[in-house]
């Protein structure tokens, strides 16, 4: 069966208050997460070894293969969407007590914990993706990718929150200001709910 954009778990207008417009949700989400579903549907179509593969098999068999490229960059692409748009919420930003008490335990306070994701994403030239994961050691941490890579990928553990840094994600809110979308998206986007959830279930 074919790869399908998924519906927002929201409005495209219920970011709105929390710093990401109804025109970011229409593009990112109707244009560009739909053109690597588009692409990869293609790429799956003319090749036998992908066609009932699972879209993390994909991710995973066609990493650091050099003539798999385009397939892993929208495979990748098309697993990270799904991911994000689960990790922002109109109620977003308050952390829950389990989720809050391991970022202390692991990074000292709530701020290390924002500051380090900040300059992750701030750090990742070019496009990405900064991530929260929880690693194989059971601690969380910061971690950060180039274009459509991820942590299912690289296998630097399961990610709990992912945040966009291609420019596609923030120039109509915030221009050239990408330190101010990562704060802004970390104090009022991210759905820790979502974190605390996945965390649970790692
Ligand atoms: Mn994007």
């Excluded at 710093?19 to 739909?34: I, Y």
């Excluded at 690597?36 to 995973?60: C, M, P, Q």
């Excluded at 969407?81 to 689960?86: E, G, N």
Aim: aromatic share 10%.
């Amino acid at each position: 069966m074919a790869f399908e954009l998924p519906t927002l778990p929201y409005a495209k207008s219920a970011l709105g208050a929390k710093g990401m417009c109804e025109e970011t949700l229409d593009l990112h989400h109707g244009r560009h997460h739909q053109a690597y579903v588009t692409a990869l549907n293609g790429f799956v179509d003319g090749n036998d070894a992908l066609k009932g593969k699972s879209l993390e098999d994909i991710v995973k068999l066609s990493h650091n293969k050099p003539d798999m490229a385009p397939v892993f960059n929208n495979a990748g692409q098309h697993w990270n969407h799904i991911l994000f748009w689960q990790c922002m919420s109109p109620h977003g930003g308050g952390i829950p007590g389990a989720l809050e008490k391991k970022i202390k335990e692991d990074f000292g306070d709530v701020t290390k914990f924002k500051d380090a994701f900040k300059a992750g994403g701030v750090g990742q030239f070019g496009s990405g993706w900064v991530w929260l994961v929880v690693g194989s050691d059971g601690k969380l941490k910061v971690t950060r990718s180039p274009n459509g890579s991820n942590p299912l990928a690289t296998g630097e553990g399961k990610a709990l929150l992912g945040c966009d840094v291609w420019e596609h994600s923030y120039y109509l809110d915030f221009r050239n200001r990408r330190p101010d979308y990562l704060q802004n998206w970390v104090d009022k986007l991210a759905n820790y709910e979502f974190a605390e959830a996945q965390l649970k279930a790692a």
